[in-house]
């Protein structure tokens, strides 16, 4: 039933209740019932269940208001059809709860309504929408559910939502001073708690004062007392000096146990039984002093218990704080159980309890479910109880009869049947979490009751329970009856679950074979697991006759074995211990053995083996599908069938469970060799494995005889490096060998233990340069900073290993005067070959000349430039035409002329070819790239700051020139390198890294050169305005216009169209004349060059008032600036604003001659001209402007490491000035979107040669969404 109310208090002092038919009975009469076993009822005034709630409304109030309908309401609140609950709070005690109410028809929701004097406990008013209400005087099922809801939870109820969920507020006023009625139910029952609480203290107390008055009075009168006197009042009883007795029976309910306690002393002959067992927890966790009686009253101190009362006390807390915890998440109210005295355990609980007894010697009490049997005292004991069972011969009569000879036949024996006897009931099983206990007793006919015994028995007991439950028990008294008709079936049918105890074997035999057992029935198996392990049954001493046809288990045994003849199977059947052959067949008086099991074996054994001839089954070495069907089929439907015994022999043909092809490296002339192995397996077998895998088979045979289930093999290694060397699997597989330089990136994909020493010190002799090996040319042992010598010896390590290699040092560290170190050092050596031929840009191509000149005059040069005859007289030199003094050690040549030229270099061999500005060759397909690749050169490196501008395809095309065949095709390239890494994929970046890795030397100046002054970046941002604000939006309204109009097919057609058009958005930025000739009125012109005179003042310009702004102040401090842009016409409006400014300036672009631009340069680093003016393109490369530390970049540009080239014109060795960069751009216009851009890109050099240098993107690679995105 459901309980409300308030809690009641807890009492020591009080009894169970009405005696029964068995009272413990203490000294002070208090009396315990265990009659008719433990009870669960108990009356409402005991107190609160868990859950407790303050109600709001009582139930007995709610019982008269709904009538009938009271327990229909049940079903409202269980159902969930009550929803929008809401509670409105008026003046004075009123609450009016509302809600919504889905009705069973699928109508309309029910509104109902109740107003509530909580104070008083009454219901003020009610209302429902539904036609039930009111009809026969009483309110509806709805109106009652709302109330017990709110009483129930009413934290479910909405406080004081306006309006009102239901729409039935009626106007309520708003909400005073009245607490929430969920705060106001926590206090109330925690202020009761509190009240009870010290209520129980008070009590406590008074009965201590009490019991110490009766004390000292005693002792006045009688003088000093014994022990039973004033010692037990001590407040604190001795450390282990209290005992808890604990007493189970089965709970009426037929699921768990209730358990009471006694609480003795067993020093003072003192037993008291518990009345509230919470009660006593509480009193333990607080450290109460508690009064039981006269001969007892102690502080309640964990120390004061015994070990096994501890025991018990934490097994108890445990319980209830699993049941406070599991009712806590209840909303409502529990049935309860037992009252306070008792306490409901799970079958796992009690066992644990009574684990802390087995073999202890003490006793719990028992009550037994007999309502004719009082409670008493049990032992707990280890293994299995022997239950008495025996099988006698029955008489006509169908009595046993005891008093024959035991000289009849089998005949005479069964001709009146059976009687079937036991000695031990097992009357109740408990399964534990580990521990299971059978509680035994003595049977009805046995002479007397007996004591219970709980023994721990064994998995194998309480699997066979169903069996004893009716072997043992009382239906019948004498024991049960077996006709003689129906013994066969006994013999099928229960005898298996039999341990045979035969009638002329000596009691003292059958325990020297089987476990013994004590006077208990206790056999002395510890949890009875050997009985199980063993196969022992249930002990029955059974006649001759019936032990005899007890058949034994047949246990199938199969012998595999392997030979020259191929694979055998012998199957044998076992009973105990006889074996028979199963292909032999059961004869017809063999009728002990399993007929059903035998012949399964042989249908089994038949699915995977031909029949036999003898007793032996043979699969011919021959059948290779037919053994591989037994390894992998057959094996599990033979172990299923009994046990399987094999030979090693027979093993070896599955040796190889999941197989691991990997690659093994060796190097052997300068070629690196792999061969694919895997462990356990000859490396002879290998090929054909892969072979097999190739070809999808099932399985491989390797040459030993073991077979290799080919989906379990693991090929992942060799297909990942076939597969990025361009190999065919199948080539692989046979074992190939490949160019050196690959074996830097075999030694990054191959584990150490599979190279030989001979590959990894041929790895190790790039990775670690001795020093010694390779000795800077004296000429240049005082000029080389230690990093470039550094770079001397890789240089010369990757010549002397035939690689090529990439020297991507930042801009401005010296890549051209460790390159000439190089062929200072190899002079010799190479001119034996012949020249090394040197192409750069044609405007460093005197640069090199010099540059030559100075680092390397040992060296002839020859300048492959001016007129064809003058550079085929230089070429016929170098064919070897000629004086042998005026062949050139080295020759210099523009990119341009050697594509011009390059049927002149048939029959050139090259010492050594270098690229300088390499990325002048990032377009594989460009007539240049393919004129540079067909130059016949012994090695080959390239010079750049930036080996990847744009995309990987220029990695591709630089190593494709530096070591051809590398990479392959560039369409495996971008499949196996380029589309993973731009998708995000680690793994294939770190591949390719280990790829390029040693053959790219990259140096930074934050890292080598400390002393290098410091290069500050800044952005100048100037606003447009008036006439060039409104042409530069109308430039961009009709780009955006013309984008928009185009379909996504016809956009790379137009695209062209549309670069022109955002090359005009940017010139518009720098100025509206680069656009319009005529804006502004005539420009008054000038000749190029360095000028000085006085011009007209130009036209408005933003960004040209921003660099005649730093000009200005430049000069006035002195200083010297380089200023760069994409457009020479915008140079010349720059040159004419200097000139109207008196600022003296030089200018290189394009049409400057080469020459004149060496002149130039050395001009402005001596003389004192302030400015220089460049065009990014013909002055971003090979020239050394550390005159200027001022850099203006006035229109950026859509790759950034272009500027930064540019930027290091001046940044480099031999400053000696902080260099300021300034990038003048306009804001909220393209130019401040592609500096976004920029910083946007994700950065490719930066993963593959360790720089900064940004990877941007390329105008022709952008998307029409990249191009609107913009244009903003």
Not at 301 to 321: C, K, N, P, W, Y
Not at 368 to 397: C, H, I, K, Q
Not at 535 to 562: F, N, Q, T, W
Not at 744 to 762: I, M, P, S, T
Request: hydrophobic content about 40%; proline content about 4%.
């Amino acid at each position: 039933m459901r309980v409300y109310g308030d809690r009641g208090g807890s009492s020591y002092g009080g009894g169970y209740g009405d005696a029964g038919d068995f009272a413990y009975t203490d000294d002070d009469g208090y009396a315990a019932d265990f009659g008719g076993g433990y009870h669960d009822d108990v009356s409402d005034d005991e107190g609160a269940a868990y859950g407790y709630r303050d109600e709001a409304i009582p139930e007995h109030v709610l019982r008269v208001l709904g009538g009938a309908a009271f327990y229909r309401a049940y079903d409202v609140v269980s159902s969930g059809r009550m929803h929008d609950l809401s509670c409105f709070v008026g003046h004075g005690s009123a609450t009016t709860l509302t809600a919504l109410v889905t009705g069973r028809s699928g109508g309309p929701d029910y509104r109902v309504r109740a107003t509530l004097d909580e104070d008083r406990g009454r219901v003020l008013d009610t209302a429902c929408s539904c036609p039930a209400y009111g009809r026969y005087g009483s309110v509806c099922k709805h109106v009652i559910a709302l109330i017990m809801q709110y009483n129930d939870s009413p934290e479910s109820f909405d406080q004081n939502a306006p309006g009102g969920a239901a729409g039935l507020s009626s106007g309520l006023a708003p909400r005073g001073v009245r607490t929430s009625r969920a705060l106001q139910t926590f206090m109330r029952k925690e202020e009761q708690d509190r009240r009870q609480e010290a209520q129980e203290r008070q009590i406590d107390l008074l009965k201590q004062v009490s019991a110490l008055a009766s004390a000292d009075d005693g002792n006045a009168r009688g003088g000093r007392r014994g022990v039973s006197g004033a010692s037990v009042l001590d407040r604190h009883m001795p450390v282990g000096g209290v005992s808890l007795r604990p007493g189970i029976g089965r709970s009426p309910r037929g699921s768990g146990w209730l358990l009471r306690l006694r609480i003795t002393v067993p020093g003072r002959g003192v037993s008291y039984v518990v009345k509230d067992i919470d009660a006593l927890l509480r009193a333990i966790r607080w450290q109460q002093y508690v009064v039981y009686g006269k001969k007892l009253a102690f502080t309640h101190t964990m120390d004061a218990f015994d070990e096994r009362s501890r025991a018990i006390i934490g097994l108890l807390t445990r319980a209830v704080d699993i049941r406070n915890g599991i009712e806590a998440g209840r909303d409502g109210y529990r049935v309860r159980g037992g009252h306070g005295g008792e306490m409901l355990l799970a079958d796992a609980e009690t066992a644990d309890l009574l684990d802390l007894y087995v073999d202890s010697g003490e006793t719990v009490d028992y009550a037994p479910s007999d309502y004719r049997v009082s409670e008493m005292a049990a032992t707990v004991v280890d293994g299995d109880p022997d239950l008495g069972l025996s099988v006698e011969r029955a008489d006509d009569n169908g009595n046993d009869r005891n008093g024959g000879d035991g000289n009849d036949d089998d005949g005479d024996a069964a001709a009146h049947g059976y009687v079937i006897r036991h000695r031990l009931n097992a009357e109740a099983l408990i399964v534990g979490q580990g521990s299971r206990f059978v509680v035994v007793r003595a049977a009805s006919d046995a002479d007397g009751w007996g004591l219970p015994v709980f023994h721990r028995c064994s998995r194998r007991f309480v699997d066979d329970r169903r069996i004893i439950s009716l072997l043992c028990n009382d239906y019948e008294s004498g024991g049960l009856y077996l006709g003689p008709d129906d013994v066969d079936m006994f013999v099928r049918t229960v005898l298996p679950y039999v341990d045979p105890i035969r009638d002329d074997t000596d009691d003292m035999d059958r325990m020297d074979d089987t476990d013994r057992t004590d006077d208990t029935g206790r056999t002395d198996d510890t949890g009875g697991a050997d009985v199980a392990a063993r196969g022992r049954g249930i002990p029955m001493r059974l006649p001759e006759e019936l032990a005899r046809r007890k058949r034994l288990p047949c246990r199938i045994e199969v012998y595999l074995d392997r030979d020259a003849r191929g694979v055998s199977c012998d199957v044998k059947a076992r009973y105990g211990d006889e074996r028979y052959d199963v292909f032999a067949g059961v004869g017809p008086h063999d009728v002990m053995r399993d007929r059903d099991a035998e012949r399964l074996a042989v249908e089994a054994v038949l699915h995977y083996f031909p029949r036999p001839d003898g007793l032996v089954a043979r699969i011919p070495e021959s059948d290779d599908d037919a053994i591989y069907r037994l390894l992998t089929e057959g094996l599990p439907v033979l172990r299923d069938l009994g046990d399987v015994f094999a030979t090693p022999a027979f093993d070896g043909l599955t040796a190889v469970s999941r197989p691991v092809v990997r690659i093994g490296l060796s190097v052997r002339s300068d070629l690196v060799e792999i061969s694919p192995i895997a462990d356990e397996i000859d490396p002879k077998d290998v090929p054909a494995l892969l072979a097999s895998y190739r070809d999808r088979r099932r399985y491989h045979r390797l040459s030993n005889g073991a077979f290799v289930t080919m989906r379990d093999v693991n090929t992942d290694a060799v297909d990942g490096i076939a597969a990025d060397l361009g190999i065919r699997p199948e080539e692989l597989a046979a074992g190939v060998t490949v160019p050196a330089y690959e074996a830097y990136y075999l030694d990054h994909e191959v584990d150490d233990a599979d190279k030989d020493e001979r590959f990894r010190d041929y790895v190790d002799d790039l990775k670690v340069i001795d020093p010694r090996t390779y000795v800077v040319p004296p000429s240049l042992a005082d000029i080389l900073r230690p990093y470039q010598a550094e770079g001397f010896r890789w240089l010369n390590a990757v010549c002397d290993k035939g690689f090529g290699g990439i020297l991507a040092d930042e801009m401005g560290l010296g890549k051209t005067v460790q390159l000439l170190s190089l062929l200072v050092y190899r002079r010799d050596e190479f001119r034996a070959v012949g020249p090394s031929l040197i192409v750069c840009p044609a405007s460093l191509v005197y640069n090199w000349a010099a540059e030559c000149a100075r680092f390397a005059p040992g060296l002839s040069v020859g300048v492959v430039a001016g007129t064809k005859a003058e550079r085929r007289r230089i070429l016929a030199a170098a064919h070897g035409g000629g004086a042998a003094d005026e062949h050139p050690d080295v020759l210099i040549t523009s990119y341009d002329l050697l594509r011009r030229d390059i049927a002149e270099y048939d029959g050139v061999e090259c010492a050594c070819m270098v690229l300088d500005e390499a990325q002048y060759v990032k377009n594989h397909a460009t007539k240049t790239s393919k004129a540079v690749r067909s130059v016949h050169a012994r090695h080959r490196f390239a010079l750049t700051g930036t080996p990847i501008e744009n995309r990987l395809a220029e990695l591709w095309s630089l190593f494709d020139f530096l070591m051809p065949g590398m990479f392959g095709s560039y369409a495996h390239f971008r499949e196996r390198f380029e589309m993973p890494i731009l998708s995000g994929d680690g793994k294939a970046q770190a591949r390719l890294q280990a790829f390029v890795g040693p053959f790219i030397l990259r140096r930074r100046k934050a890292d080598v050169l400390k002393d290098l002054p410091e290069k500050i970046e800044n952005v100048v941002t100037v606003r447009l305005e008036g006439e060039q604000r409104r042409l530069y939006a109308a430039l961009e309204q009709r780009l955006r216009a013309t984008i928009d109009k185009q379909k996504d097919a016809d956009f790379n057609a137009g695209r062209i169209q549309v670069l022109a058009q955002l090359t005009r958005l940017r010139q518009a930025c720098c100025d509206p004349r680069l656009v319009y000739a005529n804006y502004g009125g005539d420009l008054p012109g000038d000749s190029k060059g360095k000028g000085t005179g006085r011009g007209a003042k130009a036209p408005k310009s933003a960004k040209l008032d921003a660099i005649e702004e730093l000009a200005l102040s430049c000069r006035d401090a002195g200083r010297k600036m380089l200023i760069f842009s994409q457009f020479t016409g915008y140079l010349d409006l720059i040159a004419e604003r200097l000139r109207h400014d008196d600022i003296a300036y030089d200018v290189i672009t394009g049409a400057t001659p080469k020459k004149r631009r060496l002149e130039l340069v050395d001009a402005f680093n001596a003389d004192d001209t302030p400015v220089f003016l460049i065009s990014l393109k013909a002055g971003n490369t090979g020239l050394n402007l550390t005159g200027a530390c001022v850099v203006v970049h006035a229109d950026p540009w859509w790759n950034a490491a272009a500027q930064n080239q540019a930027t290091d014109r001046a940044h480099r060795i031999g400053q000696t000035q902080d260099v300021n960069v300034y990038q003048i751009v306009a804001e909220d216009t393209i130019e401040e979107r592609i500096m976004n851009l920029q910083r946007g890109k994700t950065d490719l050099a930066s993963r593959f040669v360790d720089a900064a240098s940004s990877s941007g993107g390329a105008m022709a690679a952008l998307t029409k969404d990249d191009l609107l995105a913009l244009l903003g």
